[in-house]
């Protein structure tokens, strides 16, 4: 009754958005994968496009893509799955940082592209992808100081955390020092069930980006 449109687990941060929503949700789906030389799904994997339309959600006679609508759509058909939190001012919080994340840390986005498969310790972060990486660790703080923890919003899983979870990844990747607090999270988040199921998917890709494979 449903079908996940996706590209790489390894590359694509927006994938995996709208894949860990989905499982998040509850919804039984299908993937349906885009190849990574498909010319849509090779601008998004770049950076090269300012819109796309992967991941792309279809269910019974819905058609939905972006993350954020993909995640609107859930939390109304399986409103038990608390996607968004039910205390007004949670939500709000929930949604204003994964609007943060939607829409912003470009420079991040450049200098920390999505690689799984890779790991390059002691790598170098320039001043203007630091900033976004402060900025990020603050949310992080103030959200589990404010909700308690452990997740980004309190107790369980919810939206925000599927927005933050590649960043989780990217930290990772690129060894990115951080405050014990954030690096507890970051650790945490890596070894949910479900982002191990999407990290061990990545790894069995064969598919390779030389843009996105670069030495650093």
Same mark, same amino acid.
């Given at each position: 009754?449903?079908?996940?449109?996706?590209?790489?687990?390894?590359?694509?941060?927006?994938?995996?958005?709208?894949?860990?929503?989905?499982?998040?949700?509850?919804?039984? @789906?299908? *993937?349906?994968?885009?190849?990574?030389? $498909?010319?849509?799904?090779? #601008?998004?994997? &770049?950076?090269? +496009?300012?819109?796309?339309?992967?991941?792309?959600?279809?269910?019974?006679?819905?058609?939905?893509?972006?993350?954020?609508?993909?995640?609107?759509?859930?939390?109304?058909? @399986?409103? *038990?799955?608390?996607?968004?939190?039910? $205390?007004?001012?949670?939500? #709000?919080?929930? &949604?204003?940082? +994964?609007?943060?994340?939607?829409?912003?840390?470009?420079?991040?986005?450049?200098?920390?592209?999505?690689?799984?498969?890779?790991?390059?310790?002691?790598?170098?972060?320039?001043?203007?992808?630091?900033?976004?990486?402060?900025?990020?660790?603050?949310?992080?703080?103030?959200? &589990?100081?404010?909700?308690?923890?452990?997740?980004?919003?309190?107790?369980?899983?919810?939206?925000?955390?599927?927005?933050?979870?590649?960043?989780?990844?990217?930290?990772?990747?690129?060894?990115?020092?951080?405050?014990?607090?954030?690096?507890?999270?970051?650790?945490?988040?890596?070894?949910?069930?479900?982002?191990?199921?999407?990290?061990?998917?990545?790894?069995?890709?064969?598919?390779?980006?030389?843009?996105?494979?670069?030495?650093?």
């Amino acid at each position: 009754m449903a079908t996940l449109t996706i590209s790489s687990k390894n590359y694509s941060s927006w994938s995996m958005r709208g894949w860990l929503l989905c499982k998040m949700a509850g919804l039984s @789906f299908e *993937e349906e994968r885009v190849p990574t030389d $498909d010319p849509d799904a090779k #601008a998004e994997l &770049l950076l090269l +496009s300012p819109s796309f339309l992967v991941p792309r959600l279809v269910h019974e006679d819905v058609t939905v893509w972006d993350t954020l609508a993909i995640a609107a759509f859930l939390n109304e058909v @399986f409103p *038990e799955a608390g996607l968004l939190p039910a $205390d007004r001012a949670v939500r #709000a919080h929930c &949604l204003s940082i +994964s609007g943060e994340m939607h829409s912003g840390f470009a420079n991040m986005r450049s200098a920390l592209p999505m690689n799984i498969k890779a790991h390059y310790p002691g790598f170098k972060v320039w001043a203007g992808a630091q900033a976004d990486i402060e900025r990020i660790a603050a949310i992080w703080r103030g959200c &589990l100081t404010a909700h308690g923890g452990p997740f980004l919003m309190g107790a369980t899983p919810t939206l925000a955390d599927a927005m933050y979870a590649p960043v989780c990844s990217r930290f990772t990747t690129y060894d990115v020092k951080l405050d014990p607090q954030c690096e507890a999270y970051r650790t945490r988040i890596m070894a949910l069930p479900l982002v191990q199921e999407w990290i061990e998917g990545a790894l069995s890709e064969p598919e390779e980006l030389e843009e996105l494979d670069a030495e650093f």
